[in-house]
């Protein structure tokens, strides 16, 4: 069988079923790719030596790319016609790769197209640095143990739940799963091995005086984290929702945030109705020339760097007395709009939240629903920080009851 070989199709060639078959390479004669049963995937090179036909072994895929394997098969084929070829009776064994050289690939080829949060597997596989050094086929659940156990350590010093290292089993199980499929090794020595620790349901929220401290420490920041900590309280948005903000999201004179499907968590469009004060906020942020990120000190990617942030805070004002996170500001909004009177079904529109208030066929169609009531539920969340935040103010809530008082997730 002769194509065209590009690195998708060679990622997406089926395992052989049954007996192993070929795919010859049409931009470079004699080059070919054989595909076993178990999915792995070896290059060749099918040419003449000395008038006897001969198929030299180049290499495997994917540790061997097709760029990698012509750029190869080229040099042999110079090298036979100008009469320099000598071929080795002991050909080298390939290097074996390191759980370091695995991860880039992992996340190019597999969790940036099929993760929508790829970003967070790859900060969690790089925080796993102890491994990285040891080769891919010879690490032992043993070793990644005592690295699931050193991450539980580092997150109970910092008063967390061992949420980082359950995301982290979660990676490299993944990787593993992958590394198998890619025939880059045989067996996963993580597969069956159950998280180490059970997490805690986080369910906590800022009071009136720590909503105050945060708004005071992030005023002390400066741009870009005084704008983007403010709006993340006024809009009760996710992290990366706000951080990876556009320019070209934002409709000021309509006082709107559009988020598309692909950026959001349950991959459903979310429109923003803003209130005042997250949009004269937005109106003093300056723009970097030729870019479209709202946050950014570079002008080609977003900011990062919030657990930095989020120590400085901690130091500036204190919040450290209780563990706290920054989801916690998405929970104090949609809290605090509850005992403000404001209905769980706007609650949960306004957080693009499926929490179940609304289900089945009412839930498809009350995602369209609801905008005047969500920019109504956000200015009075807004006209409350600002209250708040007056000098000498006393701001005074609404009476609620019942289900208006729960706390969210």
Known sequence: ????????????????SGKRYEIRDELLTGLLLRVSATGAKVWYLATRIDGRSRRLKLGSWPILSLKDAREKAQMILRDIQLGLFREREDEPAPRSLTLGDVIPQFIEKHAKRHTKDWKGTESVLLRMNKLHG???????????????ERLISDIEDNGGRGTRANRGLAAIKKLYSWCIDQGIVEISPVAGLKPLIKEVAHERWLSDTEIKSFLMGCEAEGYPF????????????????IADMRWSELDLDKGTLTLKAERTKNATLHVVPLPTQAIEILKTIPRFYGSDYVFTTTSISPISGFGRFKKRLETFVGLDAEDWRFHDLRRTAATNMA????????????LNHKTGVVSGVAAVYNRHLYFDEKREALQIWGDYVERLTAPKAQPIRQASTGADAVAYP
């Open 339 to 350: 005992i403000l009177g404001v209905q769980p079904h706007i609650i949960e529109a306004v």
């Open 226 to 241: 005084e704008e983007f900590g403010k709006l993340l309280l006024l809009t009760g948005q996710r992290l990366r929702e």
């Open 134 to 148: 040891l080769k891919i086929d010879a690490i032992k659940r043993a070793d990644v143990i005592r690295e699931l």
């Open 1 to 16: 069988m002769k194509k065209k070989l590009t690195p998708k199709l060679i990622e997406n060639l089926p395992p052989a």
